[in-house]
């Protein structure tokens, strides 16, 4: 496969922490995605909807709305893609699990493990045929 036609993936990192937000850049940009950044709820959704990413990486506490708030204002709006819901609090799998997200994370991030999970989301997506719309 010729690199330089691949189309490069492009993902949403939703997180109000701005140190999270510039590993998880630095990281991914390493692993050849295109990262766009949301430091709150509401940016989140409008990140998502203007960029149109492959995956979503979400915070659940953030300001303005919360992660949960977030991925449920996208399926309202019918939009489906790959998403981790990431927290350092609380009842994570039983959070991911009411939502109907299959990839979750606590932080702080194993960062092998989440580059393993990221692939496995997006991989995933794509045998699923989930499009952004």
């Known amino acids: 496969m010729n690199i330089q036609n ?7 990192i939703a997180d109000d922490d701005d140190a999270s937000r510039a ?5 991914l940009e390493e692993e050849g ?21 492959d995956l979503l990486i979400l915070d659940n506490r953030m300001p303005e709305l919360t992660g949960a708030e977030v991925y449920h204002k996208l399926q ?26 299959s990839y979750f994370i606590s932080k702080p991030f194993d960062i092998p493990e989440l ?7 997006y ?11």
Request: hydrophobic letters at 45%.
């Open 33 to 53: 995605w295109e990262v766009k950044e949301a430091k709150d709820g509401k940016e989140a959704v409008e990140k998502t909807i203007d960029e149109e990413p």
């Open 115 to 121: 580059l393993i999970m990221i692939e496995s989301a």
């Open 23 to 27: 590993i998880l850049t630095f990281i």
């Open 123 to 133: 991989a995933n997506s794509l045998t699923e045929n989930q499009s952004f719309r």
């Open 76 to 101: 309202l709006q019918g939009i489906k893609l790959a998403v981790i819901l990431a927290t350092g609090y609380g009842e994570l799998e039983s959070l991911a699990t009411s939502l109907g997200i």
């Open 6 to 12: 691949a189309k490069k993936r492009k993902v949403v």
